[in-house]
C-alpha cells in the first residue's frame, strides 16, 4: 500500500471514544458543607448514581480510572486510582465512606491547613504517575492524562491562587486540567463576587505562568440536585478533540467539481438504553428485543414473553414533544384480533380504541406513559429467591388519522445528558453565504419523503454476503462435483436403488412398492428430470 492511501484511510477514521482522562475528586470538607446534609446526601447520590452507569455500560470504558480524597485537616485517601469497569462494590464503599467523613466533621471546628488542596493535588498526581509506571497495556496506555476536580465551598479565588503557586513548581505533562467548583448557596462563607472574582482569576492565572494559563476552570455549581447529577453526567461524555465526527457533503458549486464538505463533532443527547442491562425495558417489540441470545426455532417454541403494560400518565400537545429526546424503533398498536378473547369483549375493545384515537386527534394531544413492571418468571429470579428489579421506560402514543397510534420510546431522566446549547452567531459571512445558497440551490426540493423511492441496497448487499461462503464449504462443494466416470457408474446402478424416491407417483405414495415393473417406469417418467444421477433416499426410507 503506498503512502498516500495510507494517509487517506488514517484521514477518514478517528479513534473510538479517544482517550478519556483519568478522574481524581477532591472534595474539601470544610465548614459550611458539613452542616448542610441534604447537599451532603446529594452530592454523595449523584457521584454513586454516575459510578453505577459508568460501571455498567456496554462498550469502551468512559471512565477509566477514579480516586477520590477528602480534605479535611489533611487529604485523607478514600480511593486509590482503580478501574471503574465492573467494579461497582468498591467505588460504592468510596462514596459511604465519603458521606461519613464529611458527617464526622459536623460540628467541629477544623483547622485546614493551607497548603491541604496542594498537598491533595501533589498526593493526587503522584498517584497516577505509580499508576502508569506500573501497568503497560498493549497498544499503548489506557489513559495518559489525569484531571483533578477540587469541590470546596470556600472563596474559588483563594483556592485558585493556591493551585496556581503549586502548579507553577510541577511537572504538567500528564496533567490535563485541573477543575475548581465552588459550591454556591451555602451561606455567608460561600457567597462569591461571580463576575469580578472569574475575570481577577482568569488574570491571574495568565499573569502567573503563562504555561497553566487555561490549566485551571472555575466552575460555580448550585447545590440543588439537578445541577450536582449533570455536573457529575458530563463525565460520561466522549471529551475528546483530536478528530471530527461527522462530514457533511454537500454538492459543489464551482466548476472545479469539490464538494462543499463541512465538518462537524456530534453530541450525545442520551445515553443509549441498548448499552445498558436492562435495554429491554425502554423499548417495545412484539418477539424479542428483549433477548440476549436468539434460540433457534425448535428452541424458542417453548419461550414465553411478557404482555408489556403501559401505564398512562399524562396527556400534553403534540407539539410540545422534542425530537432530540425520542429514540428507538417505532411500532404501530392497533386493536387486538386475538381469537382467544370472546366476540363481544373483542367488538368493544375496538371500539373503545378507536375512540381513543379520535378523542386524541380532536384534542391535538399526545399521550405519555411508564412501563409496568411484570410479573417476574423464573428467567428472572436471582439465586436467593429474590426478584431483579427493573427500571420503568417512558412512551409517548401518537393519534394517526387512519385510526391507529403511533408508540415511540422517549428518554427519562436517568439517560439524560447534559449538553450545552451553543452561542447563536450574528455576523455572518457573505462568502459562505453565497457558497451554502448556490450549492443548496442545486439540490432537488422534496415535497414528501416516500421511502419506497430511497433504496439503501440491503437486498444486494445482504446477497453479495452469502455469496462470500466460506472456504471449506466451497471445497466440500467441489470434492462432491461429479465426474464424467461417476457418471457412467451411477447409470449403472440397478434401478431398484435408483427408484428409492419415487414419491411422485401417487401409486407409491403409501407402503414401498416392490414391482420393479412400476418403479421401471416411474424412472422413465422423470429421467430427464434428473439427468441420470442417482437419488438419494428420503430419511423416512432409511
Same mark, same amino acid.
Given at each position: 500500500m503506498?503512502?498516500? @492511501?495510507? %494517509?487517506?484511510?488514517?484521514?477518514?477514521?478517528?479513534?473510538?471514544?479517544?482517550? *478519556?482522562?483519568?478522574?481524581?475528586?477532591?472534595?474539601?470538607?470544610?465548614?459550611?458543607?458539613?452542616?448542610? *446534609?441534604?447537599?451532603?446526601?446529594?452530592?454523595?447520590?449523584?457521584?454513586?448514581?454516575?459510578?453505577?452507569?459508568?460501571? =455498567?455500560?456496554?462498550?469502551? %470504558?468512559?471512565?477509566?480510572?477514579?480516586?477520590v480524597l477528602v480534605l479535611t485537616s489533611y487529604p485523607e485517601l478514600l480511593l486509590p486510582l482503580s478501574y471503574v469497569k465492573n467494579n461497582f462494590a468498591m467505588l460504592q464503599q468510596a462514596c459511604t465512606d465519603l458521606r461519613a467523613a464529611i458527617n464526622d466533621v459536623r460540628g467541629q471546628t477544623v483547622s485546614q491547613a493551607r497548603d491541604c488542596v496542594v498537598q491533595g493535588l501533589q498526593e493526587?498526581?503522584?498517584?497516577?504517575?505509580?499508576?502508569?509506571?506500573?501497568? @503497560?497495556?498493549?497498544?499503548?496506555?489506557?489513559?495518559?492524562?489525569?484531571?483533578?476536580?477540587?469541590?470546596? #465551598?470556600?472563596?474559588? =479565588?483563594?483556592?485558585?491562587? *493556591?493551585?496556581?503557586?503549586?502548579?507553577?513548581?510541577?511537572t504538567l505533562d500528564s496533567l490535563k486540567r485541573i477543575q475548581l467548583v465552588s459550591l454556591t448557596n451555602l451561606g455567608h462563607d460561600s457567597i462569591v463576587d461571580d463576575q469580578s472574582e472569574e475575570y481577577t482569576s482568569q488574570g491571574s492565572a495568565a499573569s502567573t505562568n503563562s504555561g497553566i494559563s487555561g490549566l485551571v476552570d472555575v466552575v460555580h455549581l448550585d447545590t440543588d440536585p439537578l445541577c450536582l447529577q449533570n455536573f457529575f453526567s458530563a463525565w460520561l461524555i466522549d471529551s475528546s478533540t483530536d478528530s471530527e465526527h461527522l462530514h457533511i457533503v454537500l454538492p459543489s458549486v464551482f466548476t472545479a467539481n469539490t464538494d462543499v464538505v463541512i465538518k462537524c463533532d456530534l453530541h450525545e443527547r442520551m445515553i443509549n438504553p441498548a448499552q445498558l442491562p436492562f435495554h429491554g425495558q425502554f423499548t417495545l417489540h412484539p418477539d424479542s428485543a428483549?433477548?440476549?441470545? &436468539?434460540?433457534?426455532? %425448535?428452541?424458542?417454541?417453548?419461550? @414465553?414473553?411478557?404482555?408489556?403494560?403501559?401505564?398512562?400518565?399524562?396527556?400534553?400537545?403534540?407539539?410540545?414533544?422534542?425530537?432530540?429526546?425520542?429514540?428507538?424503533?417505532?411500532?404501530?398498536?392497533?386493536?387486538?384480533? #386475538? !381469537?382467544?378473547?370472546? !366476540?363481544?369483549?373483542?367488538?368493544?375493545?375496538?371500539? @373503545? &380504541?378507536?375512540?381513543?384515537?379520535?378523542?386524541l386527534l380532536e384534542k391535538e394531544m399526545v399521550m405519555l406513559g411508564q412501563l409496568e413492571n411484570v410479573l417476574p418468571n423464573t428467567s428472572t429470579k436471582r439465586p436467593h429467591g429474590q426478584t431483579e428489579d427493573k427500571p420503568q421506560g417512558c412512551l409517548i402514543f401518537l393519534p394517526a388519522e387512519n385510526g391507529s397510534l403511533l408508540v415511540k420510546s422517549v428518554a427519562s431522566q436517568e439517560l439524560l445528558l447534559p449538553f450545552e446549547t451553543?452561542?447563536?452567531?450574528?455576523? !455572518?459571512?457573505?462568502?459562505?453565504?453565497?457558497?451554502?445558497?448556490?450549492?443548496?440551490?442545486?439540490?432537488?426540493?422534496?415535497?414528501?419523503?416516500?421511502?419506497?423511492? !430511497?433504496?439503501?441496497?440491503?437486498?444486494?448487499?445482504?446477497?453479495?454476503?452469502?455469496?462470500?461462503?466460506?472456504?471449506?464449504?466451497?471445497?466440500?462443494? *467441489?470434492d462432491i462435483t461429479p465426474t464424467p466416470g461417476s457418471v457412467s457408474k451411477s447409470l449403472a446402478v440397478p434401478n431398484i436403488q435408483r427408484n428409492r424416491t419415487s414419491v411422485f407417483s401417487p401409486a407409491v405414495s403409501g407402503p414401498r412398492c416392490s414391482n420393479p415393473?412400476?418403479?421401471? %417406469?416411474?424412472?422413465?417418467?422423470?429421467?430427464?428430470?434428473?439427468?441420470?444421477?442417482?437419488l438419494l433416499p428420503f430419511p423416512t426410507d432409511l
Open positions: 503506498n503512502r498516500g @492511501t495510507l %494517509s487517506d484511510k488514517q484521514s477518514n477514521a478517528r479513534t473510538l471514544l479517544g482517550k *478519556q482522562p483519568a478522574r481524581t475528586l477532591l472534595l474539601d470538607a470544610s465548614p459550611p458543607l458539613p452542616d448542610h *446534609q441534604q447537599v451532603t446526601n446529594d452530592l454523595c447520590d449523584s457521584l454513586e448514581n454516575v459510578l453505577s452507569v459508568a460501571c =455498567n455500560i456496554g462498550g469502551p %470504558s468512559r471512565m477509566p480510572l477514579f480516586s493526587a498526581c503522584a498517584q497516577f504517575q505509580r499508576q502508569t509506571n506500573n501497568t @503497560t497495556q498493549p497498544g499503548g496506555r489506557l489513559c495518559n492524562q489525569l484531571e483533578v476536580i477540587v469541590v470546596s #465551598c470556600r472563596k474559588a =479565588n483563594i483556592i485558585q491562587k *493556591q493551585i496556581e503557586d503549586a502548579v507553577s513548581s510541577m428483549m433477548m440476549k441470545t &436468539f434460540p433457534t426455532t %425448535s428452541k424458542a417454541l417453548g419461550i @414465553t414473553l411478557p404482555i408489556f403494560r403501559i401505564q398512562v400518565t399524562g396527556l400534553m400537545n403534540a407539539s410540545s414533544m422534542c425530537d432530540s429526546i425520542v429514540f428507538g424503533m417505532p411500532m404501530i398498536a392497533q386493536p387486538t384480533a #386475538c !381469537w382467544k378473547i370472546d !366476540w363481544d369483549d373483542l367488538e368493544k375493545n375496538q371500539q @373503545t &380504541f378507536r375512540c381513543l384515537v379520535h378523542l451553543p452561542s447563536v452567531v450574528d455576523n !455572518w459571512s457573505d462568502d459562505a453565504i453565497q457558497t451554502l445558497r448556490s450549492s443548496l440551490d442545486k439540490l432537488e426540493v422534496i415535497d414528501v419523503f416516500n421511502p419506497l423511492l !430511497w433504496p439503501c441496497r440491503l437486498y444486494d448487499c445482504l446477497k453479495s454476503k452469502q455469496k462470500k461462503a466460506d472456504p471449506r464449504q466451497s471445497k466440500k462443494r *467441489q415393473r412400476m418403479m421401471q %417406469s416411474n424412472t422413465d417418467r422423470f429421467q430427464h428430470t434428473f439427468h441420470g444421477k442417482p
